[in-house]
């Protein structure tokens, strides 16, 4: 691990001429808000996925927490032009072609019980998501450490994974962004190709650090940390931004 005294430069343009693309969503291409189903692509966004999707062909994806379902709502016909790894590597969708996923049996209570809890909490919200649910507190932080203890709670008592992220906790089903870049970079589209990973949150630093071992570097996305990333850059903004001009230089 880097440490976080270390203050990281930005990616080279060039890198992007030999690499597959692997960008996170929230935090990384979108900027974090309170209510996580308001969240969507907004036109420049699609654009600037769809020019790079054109510039490397089936070496673009995205590795997110969100599921696919998901994915498909927030960035429209923008999505399939990309391959998606999402619910944090559990499901893949890659060149059109969806695999089959094991959807946790005891999701319906574990909803329920964070329903429960929220609808005596205002501010909390419960995410539905594919393979996990989501408790949500970034409209209302004092319930922090009651929403992470029930998640917890849940995920031990139900054998899954605890997921905490940025003002949310998360129950979910198994799955790594570092073992997604591994498999995504492992297809006949990526072969050859070094893996840029750019991420904000916590699960991205396992595509970090495999993104590192296949030679490639992790871009991290915010404020400076304990990191794998070998580069960072400050906000979605400058993504948006380097994304672009990486672009512009391949055409
Ligand atoms: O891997 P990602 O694509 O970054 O997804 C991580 C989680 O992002 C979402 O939560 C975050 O964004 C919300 C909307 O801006 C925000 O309200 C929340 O506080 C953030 O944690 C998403 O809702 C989760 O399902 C993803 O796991």
């Known amino acids: 691990m880097q440490s976080t005294d270390l203050l990281l430069g930005p990616p080279p343009l060039d890198l992007l001429s030999t690499a597959s693309l692997f960008l996170d969503f929230d935090g990384t291409l979108v900027e974090l808000i309170n209510r996580p189903d308001q969240v969507r692509a907004?036109?420049?966004?699609?654009?600037?996925?769809?020019?790079?999707?054109?510039?490397?062909p089936d070496r673009v994806a995205i590795v997110s927490g969100r599921s696919i379902e998901q994915l498909d709502l927030m960035l429209g016909e923008a999505a399939h032009h990309l391959a998606l790894?999402?619910?944090?590597?559990?499901?893949?969708?890659?060149?059109?072609?969806?695999?089959?996923?094991?959807i946790p049996l005891a999701l319906p209570q574990i909803t329920a019980a964070m329903d429960a809890f929220a609808a005596t909490r205002p501010g909390v919200l419960v995410e539905r998501k594919t393979l996990g649910a989501g408790l949500h507190y970034r409209a209302a932080p004092e319930?922090?450490?009651?929403?992470?203890a029930l998640a917890r709670a849940l995920a031990r008592e139900h054998g899954l994974y605890l997921q905490p992220g940025k003002m949310m906790a998360e129950v979910r089903a198994d799955g790594d962004k570092g073992r997604a870049v591994v498999r995504l970079v492992q297809g006949a589209a990526m072969a050859g190709t070094t893996p840029l990973v750019f991420g904000d949150d916590v699960t991205d630093e396992a595509g970090f650090g495999a993104a590192a071992h296949l030679g490639g570097a992790g871009v991290l996305v915010g404020d400076p940390r304990e990191t794998q990333a070998t580069y960072a850059l400050p906000d979605v903004a400058a993504v948006r931004r380097w994304l672009a001009q990486a672009v512009e230089r391949l055409s």
């Open 143 to 148: 319930h922090e450490a009651d929403a992470l």
């Open 85 to 102: 790894a999402g619910s944090h590597g559990a499901e893949f969708r890659v060149e059109g072609e969806a695999a089959e996923v094991a």
């Open 42 to 56: 907004d036109a420049d966004l699609r654009n600037l996925l769809l020019r790079l999707s054109d510039a490397l």
